[in-house]
């Protein structure tokens, strides 16, 4: 019960991506790792502890070892953004008569009908004028003041035959019956901010699921919340980074942004950010370049993010043997087209680290007539190439905006992330491993 309240807590602090790279931040203060500007030089030493960020919604944390005769990377990625929808610049659309809606577009594959008649509220940054300059604030408002609100059957007869809504017309969220006036949206973000209208310069706001995690199951089995996927995995993933130590290797958390919308920004897994920040701490540390190389060919990236769990009421949807349950440790993930980065050789590391500590693993892959979706491993692969196993933990309903979870996974996968980076991983090739822990 205690972790998965640390987990609600982490997803309730993390209402958007800029958030969440906030509240890693934040962790990570706490634990003593001094901050890095990517537009400053770097001094960093042997036991430090670091962090550097990308556009406030990408992170990438580090902890340098006092042995490196033989240095590599132990690596994990995250991401932290979800599925949801992004308030366009000009928010606000008039009519029916006194109504007040917001003009919103999708942002990722959400499942359009889980956003309707639930409590909302919009998250992001704003972009401010202050004097003869611009910065950036977090806005979060913390009250219910949005809906999607459904169509009576009354008005659409057919509506659980199936519907395909339209984004345009179905799905915009009401803001006001009459109280409102024109301007009242940026009036509000402009009062939350304490600032005036006119400072307002742009913003990157998204809706946001006001309904609270939970725990239940008459045996308390199961939780409940908004952004399992992923932000379960960038929980687990940090935890475990945060209470390990690599005396002989560089341990690295990776959280980036854009994810569900294909990762190719300057901020996510496809970016130069990850290779940026690895070069760097090569140089810093008197590292030559073939240094570099030498420690990447040595290295490995556990890519962490959210698998399907068998559906109880739909098994058909998944393979008849390479299947994933809920309470049952977390799941690696391969496919032939390497839409997950699992080979061989990773699924066989990855396995042994959680054998040898009593850790429960299971297997994952799609039907073999069914597309699935892509993760970070591959991707972040394009600019770092190196080992790296998909790993996820069990849910159903992935990209609902209110999703599930078995209560037991989430210790199992720190469990296992923390003897990740516990474990120095001494890796010759694709051939051998040997662990020091």
């Not at 537009?39 to 006092?66: D, M, P």
């Not at 290797?249 to 854009?258: A, L, P």
Request: net charge negative.
């Amino acid at each position: 019960m205690e972790i998965s309240q640390q987990l609600f807590d982490f997803i309730q602090s993390s209402p958007s991506m800029f958030h969440t790279i906030q509240t890693i931040r934040t962790d990570l203060e706490n634990e003593g790792f001094m901050y890095l500007a990517e537009g400053r030089s770097w001094t960093l030493e042997k036991g430090g502890k670091y962090y550097t960020t990308r556009n406030h919604s990408s992170i990438i944390a580090f902890t340098i070892g006092q042995e490196l005769d033989n240095y590599h990377f132990q690596m994990s990625a995250a991401h932290s953004d979800s599925p949801t929808f992004k308030v366009k610049s000009v928010p606000e659309l008039s009519g029916p008569n006194e109504y007040l809606r917001l003009d919103v577009e999708g942002y990722g594959g959400m499942i359009d009908y889980t956003w309707l008649d639930r409590p909302l509220s919009v998250a992001g940054r704003v972009l401010i004028q202050k004097g003869h300059a611009m910065e950036s604030k977090l806005l979060y408002i913390d009250k219910d003041i949005l809906l999607i609100p459904s169509l009576a059957i009354h008005m659409n007869r057919d509506i659980n035959q199936g519907y395909a809504f339209n984004h345009k017309t179905d799905l915009c969220p009401l803001f006001s019956t009459g109280a409102l006036k024109k301007g009242a949206f940026d009036e509000m973000i402009a009062k939350e901010l304490g600032v005036k209208p006119s400072q307002i310069l742009a913003k990157d706001l998204f809706l946001v699921n006001r309904q609270n995690p939970v725990v239940w199951g008459y045996q308390d089995e199961f939780i409940s919340s908004p952004k399992l996927d992923d932000l379960q995995c960038a929980f687990v993933s940090l935890q475990g980074f945060i209470h390990a130590h690599n005396v002989h290797g560089i341990n690295v958390y990776c959280c980036f942004d854009n994810e569900e919308v294909g990762s190719n920004t300057k901020q996510g897994a496809m970016s130069t950010f990850l290779h940026d920040v690895l070069t760097r701490i090569n140089s810093a540390l008197g590292k030559d370049a073939d240094a570099y190389y030498q420690a990447v060919s040595k290295s490995f990236l556990v890519s962490c993010d959210n698998a399907h769990a068998v559906h109880p009421n739909h098994g058909d949807k998944s393979d008849a043997v390479n299947y994933a349950m809920m309470n049952k440790g977390p799941v690696i993930k391969e496919a032939a087209n390497q839409k997950y980065t699992t080979d061989a050789f990773s699924r066989a590391l990855f396995t042994y680290l959680c054998k040898e500590h009593d850790i429960p693993v299971q297997t994952f892959a799609n039907r073999s007539d069914m597309a699935g979706g892509s993760t970070l491993g591959n991707l972040s692969n394009t600019q770092v190439s190196v080992h790296a196993v998909d790993i996820g933990l069990p849910q159903l309903a992935m990209h609902s905006s209110y999703e599930t979870a078995g209560i037991e996974d989430t210790s199992y996968a720190i469990d296992a992330l923390q003897a990740f980076f516990n474990a120095n991983l001494m890796i010759e090739e694709a051939d051998t491993v040997t662990f020091d822990e």
